[in-house]
Structures are given as structure tokens and as C-alpha cells.
């Protein structure tokens, strides 16, 4: 019978199942970082277990961290003590930890794929919604609570039930502008930000074949913004030719062995899924949202909608977004204006990320009254910036170069969006508060980002391409 790729890889591990219940699932990879731990270690002490198997355990701390003077004790007390008890739970436990200082720190899912720890095949779950991101190297990742990060310490397996299956394919060539970001905002913005509820989702397709790792993970990242329980993108050369040569990839005969392994993993041309969506690369434009969850994107040349063809429940909601907004039914979302640029997140702050920035705003400067901050998404990221020169243009831009860590994406730290600001962000959500209480939030792509930093107002980048 033919199957999926997430099928082929969810059957494997699988323990045991339960008759009319969840299955026993084993779990590869458990990353953990300094927020969903703090409750699940007290739990082990509590019970008197240790941590299963530490080996397959993996910490960093991400969150709460600074992206300034991170040589110095964090100036927030409940930050502060976060990163603390991580840093003990650790020592405690036996697990291996990427702390502030050392030279693997970063966001979990960017320091993840660049070491080699996540590779194609496995599980892999962590304390944070967007471990979805790791599904680009065809991995199961999914985000759990409190309670399943200490189910996991505890016995390395989870009760799961199977899900759904959606496969989206998109095809043909982008066009100028349009990145893995305007992609998946695409996406979202046509299913809604509850349409693939209950799925995980496999991204295929000619338009995803042709695009680099750190573009996919893009992708997947922001799956779980669909209401998906994970996506994935099955590997191949593109997949193999990043991994090879990593810090935990595998070597020599083992390396070998991992390939014959791995190019077995993809979905049987015969295979079925639960729903199937196609779309034309050609309809995808540069893409920002206007609202309070992504969902609510539109092209950088539209308008944000009118409310004729919503029902009741959506015309509430509708409403309270945009009065949280501060915007206008039937307004032209181009020309509006932003006082923050924020360039990083698990989403998008790998160095390809930078680069693309860096390229676009060289012999630029910033918008008067603009503030940009550009945050790697890790501490080999930023060296490898700067190796490249890139914080030279950043600073000649008027951009500030920060350290690694998860910054203004959500308003854990010092790096806050001030009540009433707009910021254009390559973060993943746009919720009521996310960056900070009272901030409004436009998500785009780090070229549409950069766009708006240098002009003052959210801009068409194609305009400004050569």
C-alpha cells in the first residue's frame, strides 16, 4: 500500500499502540530551553526519577536572554532567574547545555538544524510551537506543554494520536521579490490561520524543491500559524548537502549509511491524503499582514478587506483587530507607516536571512526615526556575519547589529515593542501583545523588512530591486 513520508516515519516509531487510545510514540530529539522547563524538572524531583536519556537531550537558552551585552548578569529578575534554573536544572540532570557564553548558543530551532542534531527521519519535540521548523529536514517535530516536556524527560516516548494528513504543493518559479516567507504567508492567508487544524502537513512541489534549507524551515516554521500539528519536506540532495560536514552529522561509513537511509524517505507517488491544496508560485506576491493573527495577510500591492462576505463571528473579530491595529477597512496596506524593523526570530534570522538584508541595504540608509534591529538567530550565525563583513553595512545602514537570542519576536525580554508603535517584523506571530503590551505587529519577509526600514513605510521591495 502506498504511503506518506509522515507515515513511513510515525509508523517506525511507534511503541506501542494503545486500543482505542493514543499510541506510545518514542521521541528521537528533545530540545528544551529555559521557559517550559522550570515545572517539568521539579516534577522529576518530585517523583524521584532522572532524566531518561539525557544524551538525546539538547539545552539552550533562547528566550529570555539579551540580545545586548550578554557578557553581563540579565538585567530582568524573572529573566534572569529563568536562565538560572536552566543552567542548574541542567547540571543537576546531566544535560548537555548551550548556554549564554558558549559558542553553539542560540535559538533552539536555529542552533538545531546548523549543528547537525536534527536530521532526516526522526522525532523530535521541544517546549515551543514552532519546533515545526525542523519538519523541513523530513523530521516528525512538533511543540508539547509542560507537562509532556516532563513525559519525555521521564521515558524519552509520548502518547500521541496520529493525525490528519494535508499536502500543499506549490509550483513553478517565483517571482522577483518573493521569498519562502511570502510563501507561507500565502498559505496561511488563503486557509486561514485554523485551516489546516488537525493535519500535519507535507510541502511539495517544483516551488519547493528549488529552495534552499534555511528557506524551507522558513516554511515549516510557521506551519503550526495554520493551526497544523507540524509540516515537513521530504530531503534530498539540497537536504544532504547541508547536513554533511555538521558539528553531530554523521561521518565517514556512518554518513554512508544515513544516506542509503534517508533517500528512502519520501511520500509513494500513489499515496493519499486526507486534503490536498495546489497553488501557482505566479499568484504569490510579497506579502504583510494587517491584523492580529496571521491569518490576516494580504499582498504588499492590496487592501486591507471590507467585511462584506464575513459572517458575524468573523466581523467581531475582524473588527477588534483592526481597532487593536489602529488601521482602516478597504486601506491600502502599502504606505503605511512603521516606527520599528525587526529582523530576526526562529522564523527568519539564519545568515541567509542577513545576507539577503545586507545586500539589499548596502549603500542604503535607515528611514529618520526608524529603529532596525538585526538579531542572528545564533552565535554562529553572528561570527559568520561578521566574518563576511556584514556588520559593516548593518552599522554604515544605520541597522544595529544584535546579539543571538528569540529578541522581539515575543515580549520575554528586555527587546520590547513600545504600546502603540508599528513594528515590521520576520517573526511568526502577530497577536495582541506579542512583541510587547500594546505594540502593533506586520509580519513580512526580511527583503519587504528591509524595504520598509530604509523607505519609513511599509513598501513594494520589488520597486526598489534592480
Request: proline fraction near 5%; charged fraction near 20%.
Amino acid at each position: 500500500m502506498p504511503t506518506t513520508i509522515f507515515d513511513k516515519i510515525w509508523d517506525r516509531h511507534i511503541v506501542r499502540e494503545i486500543e482505542h487510545g493514543p499510541s506510545v510514540f518514542y521521541i528521537d530529539r528533545h530540545l528544551i530551553h529555559e521557559v517550559t522547563t522550570p515545572q517539568a524538572f521539579d516534577g522529576l524531583r518530585k517523583r524521584g526519577l532522572p532524566v531518561f536519556r539525557p544524551d538525546q537531550t539538547i539545552a539552550t537558552a533562547d528566550h529570555n536572554v539579551p540580545t545586548l551585552d550578554q557578557h553581563l548578569p540579565i538585567k530582568e529578575a524573572l529573566s534572569r532567574l529563568q536562565v538560572e534554573k536552566l543552567t542548574e536544572n541542567c547540571r543537576e540532570f546531566g544535560i548537555e547545555l548551550y548556554g549564554l557564553g558558549h559558542p553553539f548558543q542560540g535559538i533552539v530551532h536555529v542552533i538545531g538544524p546548523e549543528l547537525g542534531i536534527t536530521q532526516p527521519g526522526m522525532t523530535i519535540v521541544c517546549g515551543d510551537s514552532h519546533t515545526s521548523t525542523h519538519g523541513a529536514f523530513g523530521a516528525i517535530a512538533f511543540g508539547i506543554g509542560t507537562s509532556e516536556v516532563e513525559m519525555v524527560l521521564a521515558t524519552q516516548c509520548l502518547l500521541q494520536n496520529k493525525p490528519k494528513q494535508m499536502r500543499i504543493n506549490v509550483h513553478g518559479a517565483l517571482g522577483k521579490g518573493v521569498t519562502a516567507k511570502d510563501i507561507i504567508l500565502h498559505i496561511i492567508a488563503r486557509i486561514s490561520a485554523s485551516g489546516a487544524t488537525g493535519y500535519f502537513v507535507e510541502y511539495a512541489g517544483s516551488t519547493i524543491r528549488s529552495l534552499s534549507m534555511e528557506a524551507r524551515m522558513t516554511i515549516c516554521n510557521m506551519s503550526i500559524e495554520m493551526g497544523a500539528r507540524g509540516g515537513l519536506i521530504a530531503p534530498d540532495e539540497t537536504t544532504f548537502s547541508y547536513l554533511k560536514g555538521r558539528e553531530f552529522a554523521p561521518a565517514g561509513a556512518e554518513w554512508e549509511q544515513a544516506l542509503s537511509e534517508w533517500r528512502q524517505l519520501r511520500t509513494d507517488d500513489d499515496a493519499v491524503f486526507d486534503r490536498e491544496i495546489s497553488i501557482p508560485a505566479a499568484d504569490i506576491q510579497p506579502m504583510v499582514t494587517y491584523g492580529t493573527n496571521p491569518g490576516m495577510g494580504v499582498p504588499v500591492t492590496g487592501a486591507i478587506p471590507r467585511e462584506e462576505f464575513m459572517d458575524e463571528k468573523e466581523r467581531l473579530s475582524f473588527h477588534k483587530a483592526l481597532e487593536y491595529m489602529g488601521l482602516q477597512a478597504g486601506a491600502a496596506i502599502r504606505g503605511q507607516k512603521v516606527d520599528y524593523v525587526f529582523i530576526g526570530s526562529c522564523t527568519n534570522s539564519r545568515i541567509e536571512d542577513l545576507r539577503q538584508v545586507a545586500a539589499f541595504v548596502k549603500g542604503k540608509q535607515k528611514a529618520e526615526g526608524v529603529e532596525v534591529w538585526v538579531v542572528p538567530g545564533s552565535r554562529q550565525v553572528e561570527q559568520q556575519a561578521r566574518a563576511e563583513g556584514l556588520h559593516h553595512i548593518f552599522e554604515q545602514a544605520g541597522f544595529q547589529l544584535r546579539q543571538p537570542g528569540c529578541s522581539a519576536c515575543l515580549g520575554m525580554n528586555e527587546d520590547k515593542i513600545p504600546a502603540g508603535k508599528y513594528c515590521i517584523s520576520t517573526s511568526n506571530r502577530n497577536f495582541e501583545g506579542r512583541q510587547g503590551q500594546g505594540a502593533r505587529t506586520l509580519l513580512a519577509s526580511p527583503l519587504t523588512a528591509a524595504a520598509a526600514a530604509v523607505t519609513g513605510v511599509v513598501t513594494d521591495v520589488r520597486e526598489m530591486l534592480n
